[in-house]
Every structure is written in structure tokens, then in C-alpha cells.
Nanobody
Framework: QVPLVESGGGLVQTGGSLRLSCAAS????????MGWFRQAPGKEREFVSV????????YYSDSVKGRFTMSRDNARKTLSLQMNNLRPEDTAVYYC???????????????????????WGQGTQVTVSS
């Protein structure tokens, strides 16, 4: 398990932007794919984006594609999610998580599921007002 801490959430108006961060401590970050997920009240956890361990590929859900950008800095053990043109339906608690398998990348894509991830952070609240 790699402790993960999310930050950067807040309240923003429709069309606004936020940048989420996820900081890892200890080892086991740079060789694992990392993902962002979100959960709105009364709804199931939803995949947002995933990045391969090297950072060479990123994948997004259809609902955020073109608006969100995920990146990582393996030297600093940090993950970022730049969210632009936010909509009320983006309101949720956002979580970062680490893939369970080291160097895994072949099965990652826009249909990535949370069941393959572990070391979930405590989440950061994003609220988009209309």
C-alpha cells in the first residue's frame, strides 16, 4: 500500500477550472499506473482517467475527454488532474488510486474499472455550481 493524499478540490462555477493533486509517500509509485475516480452522492464510483506508469499514455472517460488532462511526475511522486470547463455533473468526491499490478499497461483504457486499483486516498470534494 502506498499512502495517497489528494488536494485541490473546491467550489467553482460552471465553466471554471480546478487542478487536483495527488501526493504519494513511500515507494511503489513510479512503476504503477495511476487512476482518478469520482463518486457523486447516491451514485457508484466512476472512472475518470488513468495514466500508464511511464506517463506515456493517458485514457479518459467519455464524460471528461477533451476537458480534463492527467499527468504525473515520477520524480516527485505526484499526480495531477487539470479540469477545465467544469459542469455541475462533475460534482463529486475525487479519488486517486494505484493499480494493483506493477508495470501494467496493456489493459488500460477508457473502460478502466476501480476494482484493479488499491491504496485509495481520502478524496477531495469538487463542487460545480450552476
Amino acid at each position: 500500500q502506498v499512502p495517497l493524499v489528494e488536494s485541490g478540490g473546491g467550489l467553482v462555477q460552471t465553466g471554471g477550472s480546478l487542478r487536483l493533486s495527488c501526493a504519494a509517500s513511500g515507494g511503489g509509485f513510479s512503476t504503477y499506473a495511476m487512476g482518478w475516480f469520482r463518486q457523486a452522492p447516491g451514485k457508484e464510483r466512476e472512472f475518470v482517467s488513468v495514466i500508464t506508469w511511464s506517463g506515456s499514455n493517458t485514457y479518459y472517460s467519455d464524460s471528461v475527454k477533451g476537458r480534463f488532462t492527467m499527468s504525473r511526475d515520477n520524480a516527485r511522486k505526484t499526480l495531477s488532474l487539470q479540469m477545465n470547463n467544469l459542469r455541475p455533473e462533475d460534482t463529486a468526491v475525487y479519488y486517486c488510486a494505484k493499480h494493483k499490478k506493477e508495470y501494467y499497461s496493456s489493459g488500460l483504457g477508457s473502460r478502466t474499472t476501480g476494482g484493479d486499483f488499491e491504496s485509495w486516498g481520502q478524496g477531495t470534494q469538487v463542487t460545480v455550481s450552476s
